[in-house]
T-cell receptor, first 115, second 114 residues
Framework: GAVVSQHPSWVICKSGTSVKIECRSLDFQATTMFWYRQFPKQSLMLMATSNEGSKATYEQGVEKDKFLINHASLTLSTLTVTSAHPEDSSFYIC???????????FGPGTRLTVL | AQTVTQSQPEMSVQEAETVTLSCTYD???????LFWYKQPPSRQMILVIRQEAYKQQNATENRFSVNFQKAAKSFSLKISDSQLGDAAMYFC???????????FGTGTRLQVTL
């Protein structure tokens, strides 16, 4: 149990376009989802925390207008990278928790390459 | 602010031997959790072991165990009988009970040799 999926697993886009990444909890209701970014050979950096039905809370230094997060249901959160640029190329990972349970369950990640 | 420090960028261990990965943390919270995650080349984050701060007993999961020293804010991971499949990046992480936000260390790359 506690499976989190991400789609797509890999995406290449042109500079200036927008890309949407989906994060789904397959067998539980995710009251909170987290979005991380991981650059090569580096650790995971939390970008934002999203609770179902409310606005996401962004970490300091993360542009909320560039990284749009929507958590419209208890099983789906989306991250949209708007007007992507090559420096946005990274590995994006989501995780989810359910109410009353502390452990985060991670998705397999999405590799974004912006040309 | 919480910080997690892993001072060993890389470690190597021979198959069947034991290795210990170090982690220290800093927090002003009294209620928190500590985790070790494994990230293999597939980059899927896998929970290895977790420790509740209020528990004095060190957590154990098969070949994996921790040495939790609360006063020293130290949380090391011991891997016994190392296997080739243990080769991966290992991240130490901490969260507080209410926020559940994870703070990760910089990671330790573990190599397992024959």
């Amino acid at each position: 149990g506690a499976v989190v999926s991400q789609h797509p697993s890999w995406v290449i886009c042109k500079s200036g376009t927008s890309v949407k990444i989906e994060c789904r909890s397959l067998d539980f209701q995710a009251t909170t989802m987290f979005w991380y970014r991981q650059f090569p050979k580096q650790s995971l950096m939390l970008m934002a925390t999203s609770n179902e039905g409310s606005k996401a809370t962004y970490e300091q230094g993360v542009e909320k207008d560039k990284f749009l997060i929507n958590h419209a249901s208890l099983t789906l959160s989306t991250l949209t990278v708007t007007s992507a640029h090559p420096e946005d190329s990274s590995f994006y990972i989501c995780s989810a928790i359910t109410s009353g349970y502390n452990e985060q369950f991670f998705g397999p990640g999405t590799r974004l390459t912006v040309l | 602010a919480q910080t997690v420090t892993q001072s060993q960028p890389e470690m190597s261990v021979q198959e069947a031997e034991t290795v210990t990965l170090s982690c220290t943390y800093d927090t002003s919270e009294s209620d928190y959790y500590l985790f070790w995650y494994k990230q293999p080349p597939s980059r899927q984050m896998i929970l290895v072991i977790r420790q509740e701060a209020y528990k004095q007993q060190n957590a154990t999961e098969n070949r994996f165990s921790v040495n939790f020293q609360k006063a020293a804010k130290s949380f090391s991971l011991k891997i016994s009988d190392s296997q080739l499949g243990d080769a991966a990046m290992y991240f130490c992480a901490q969260n507080t009970g209410t926020a559940s936000k994870l703070t990760f260390g910089t990671g330790t790359r573990l190599q397992v040799t024959l």
